[in-house]
């Protein structure tokens, strides 16, 4: 099985995690909003809900991040996620 984390837990990504076809070994996991109200819709969706980013980003089964946020503050959270994942973090 192959575990996503979901960065903001608004329409969007509530859209992408119960609409989007995706291959039977994914399986998304974990997500991370600055809004408690999007973070309990996570969990009632079976998801762990993380109110730390970081945290998050350090699961060791999240092997994807799909970033649901307004299209300005994607460039920031990709670029944190990959240095996350690659170890490079600063």
Do not use: W
């Amino acid at each position: 099985m192959h575990y996503f984390g979901i960065i903001g837990y608004g329409a969007m990504a509530s859209y992408h995690h119960k609409r989007i076809d995706k291959p039977a070994d994914v399986c998304y996991k974990a997500a991370y909003d600055i809004r408690p109200e999007r973070l309990k819709k996570a969990e009632e969706d079976g998801l762990t809900a993380y109110t730390d980013l970081d945290e998050m980003l350090a699961d060791p089964q999240l092997e994807a991040i799909l970033v649901a946020t307004p299209n300005d503050s994607h460039k920031e959270l990709v670029i944190r996620s990959l240095r996350k994942a690659c170890g490079t973090e600063r």
